[in-house]
């Protein structure tokens, strides 16, 4: 059973809409979170890099500093959870920013509910609530969930919660071919949307870019019309 989220949470909320702001607000204080609110992207960036939130939901409609340009900049200094608000059908926008490095993203206009499902599921991913805390050990990578800490070799390597929680388990499976069907719910915690949802692929591709090759080549294998794995390169998993 994955262990409560703390009794109340941070979130910074940047989107410039002051209505949306407010009906979120009196939503999202009656789950637990304490809510702030950034209307443009220069003070939406300026507070997201002060460290005091569990959570940004960023708008990408933004004036003075565009969504992905807060993302972007946010992503060289800080790992914190970023959930993106994207226009509904625009695929483009969704990819860009899985790309720039958000954890997951909702379409508006949205169901509240719907958005304080997935805030919970990004946060559980970002504080190691849905994994054990068993050290992993395969080939050169070392992860060690408690500290939240992806090493290979001794060099550490960044990456953001979604893209911890998946090495995590395809360390855990290495070797074995995990579906893209499991890795959407294990990861992202819902269902994959059907043969045009891709953000699991963009969170395996910016994975494979930050882990670069492995001794025997590409580290992440994808297996065609089934998902992916973790290549090893002898019976060398340990914890």
């Not at 909702?106 to 946060?123: C, D, G, Q, S, T």
């Not at 190691?128 to 080939?139: F, N, P, Q, T, W």
Request: glycine share 8%; net charge neutral.
């Amino acid at each position: 059973m994955p262990q409560p989220l703390p009794d109340f949470v941070r979130v910074l909320l940047v989107e410039d809409d002051a209505s949306l702001c407010a009906l979120l607000e009196q939503r999202l204080s009656t789950e637990g979170f304490v809510v702030e609110f950034a209307h443009d992207g220069i003070k939406g960036l300026e507070m997201a890099r002060s460290r005091r939130f569990a959570l940004v939901v960023l708008d990408l409609m933004l004036p003075k500093l565009g969504g992905f340009d807060v993302l972007k900049e946010l992503r060289a200094s800080s790992a914190v959870p970023v959930l993106i608000l994207t226009a509904r059908g625009d695929d483009i926008e969704k990819v860009l920013g899985l790309e720039s490095g958000a954890d997951d993203y909702l379409a508006k206009p949205f169901n509240p509910r719907e958005l304080i499902a997935r805030m919970r599921a990004v946060l559980r991913r970002s504080r190691g609530l849905l994994r054990s805390s068993e050290i992993l050990a395969v080939d050169d990578i070392t992860l060690d969930p408690q500290a939240r800490d992806v090493k290979i070799g001794d060099m550490l390597i960044h990456l953001t919660s979604t893209e911890f929680t998946l090495l995590e388990i395809l360390l855990k499976k290495a070797g074995t071919t995990v579906s893209r069907d499991e890795l959407t719910e294990e990861v992202l915690c819902r269902k994959l949307g059907g043969g045009f949802d891709r953000s699991i692929d963009v969170h395996v591709s910016n994975l494979r870019k930050k882990l670069g090759p492995g001794q025997n080549g590409e580290r992440i294998k994808a297996v065609r019309s089934s998902g992916y794995l973790y290549a090893i390169r002898s019976s060398s998993m340990s914890i």
